[in-house]
């Protein structure tokens, strides 16, 4: 999305060095580097952050916890408590893992079943909340680090500007690359704010979602094993 903003400010903002687009942009970097750089830096961290966060949430939790707590419930029901536990161990999936807690105790009466997957909800839950928070403070360090450059970069006009000996001509061309310069700093700024914030949204509604279904099959598992294990059973 800053990608975007970005493209649409150089189309709009001409450079009087060399027309707009991204030799705009390039003129402003060459300029003065430094706050664009370190925009540019973060937005590689926010890139790489959401696509790792994003790649887990959906291969670490693709598995349809309904379906796969049926397949369990037949095998406990049966009596098949192992063959259960080697169903759990088909893949290195959350869900997987939580269920197997249970299973692994399911002799040993409902405060050591509930006790063992609590133990492995909470090695589960903290990892899917992982880094998604520091998405909020990327998206302030990149707008303040995109306003700084705006600031500096119109103190730093407006002094060249002043300078005794400069034409009208060289004055407007001066004044028009400063301005530039700003814009671009405060567009890459916001823009890697945006980006931020509609992630972390994405992101943490999922991840609540994940939580949820975790907790869910923490549930059915419990009261599963422990109506399984009451005199009577089934």
């Given at each position: 999305?800053?990608?975007?903003?970005?493209?649409?400010?150089?189309?709009?903002?001409?450079?009087?060095?060399?027309?707009?687009?991204?030799?705009?942009?390039?003129?402003?970097?060459?300029?003065?580097?430094?706050?664009?750089?370190?925009?540019?830096?973060?937005?590689?961290?926010?890139?790489?952050?959401?696509?790792?966060?994003?790649?887990?949430?959906?291969?670490?939790?693709?598995?349809?916890?309904?379906?796969?707590?049926?397949?369990?419930?037949?095998?406990?029901?049966?009596?098949?408590?192992?063959?259960?536990?080697?169903?759990?161990?088909a893949?290195?999936?959350?869900?997987?893992?939580?269920v197997?807690?249970?299973?692994?105790?399911?002799?040993?009466?409902?405060?050591?079943?509930?006790?063992?997957?609590?133990?492995?909800?909470?090695?589960?839950?903290?990892?899917?909340?992982?880094?998604?928070?520091?998405?909020?403070?990327?998206?302030?360090?990149?707008?303040?680090?995109?306003?700084?450059?705006?600031?500096?970069?119109?103190?730093?006009?407006?002094?060249?500007?002043?300078?005794?000996?400069?034409?009208?001509?060289?004055?407007?061309?001066?004044?028009a690359?400063?301005?530039?310069?700003?814009?671009?700093?405060?567009?890459?700024?916001?823009?890697?704010?945006?980006?931020?914030?509609?992630?972390?949204?994405?992101?943490?509604?999922?991840?609540?979602?994940?939580?949820?279904d975790?907790?869910?099959?923490?549930?059915?598992?419990?009261?599963?094993?422990?109506?399984q294990?009451?005199?009577?059973?089934?």
């Open positions: 999305m800053f990608v975007a903003l970005l493209s649409s400010l150089e189309g709009a903002a001409p450079a009087a060095s060399g027309g707009g687009g991204a030799g705009g942009f390039m003129e402003a970097f060459k300029e003065n580097p430094t706050f664009l750089a370190i925009n540019l830096v973060v937005s590689a961290i926010v890139i790489a952050l959401i696509v790792e966060r994003a790649s887990f949430q959906l291969g670490k939790y693709r598995v349809n916890s309904k379906e796969f707590f049926a397949q369990i419930k037949k095998l406990v029901t049966a009596g098949n408590i192992d063959r259960a536990i080697k169903l759990c161990d893949g290195d999936y959350p869900t997987l893992q939580l197997k807690a249970g299973l692994t105790h399911a002799n040993k009466g409902p405060d050591e079943i509930d006790a063992a997957m609590s133990e492995k909800m909470g090695e589960l839950k903290p990892a899917v909340e992982k880094r998604i928070g520091s998405l909020w403070s990327l998206a302030n360090i990149a707008t303040l680090v995109g306003l700084l450059g705006t600031v500096l970069g119109l103190i730093h006009t407006f002094g060249a500007v002043s300078a005794p000996g400069l034409s009208a001509a060289d004055r407007q061309r001066i004044l690359n400063g301005i530039a310069e700003a814009m671009y700093n405060t567009a890459l700024g916001l823009g890697i704010a945006v980006t931020c914030m509609i992630a972390h949204l994405i992101l943490h509604q999922r991840s609540k979602t994940i939580q949820h975790l907790d869910a099959t923490q549930e059915r598992v419990f009261n599963l094993l422990t109506i294990t009451r005199p009577g059973g089934y």
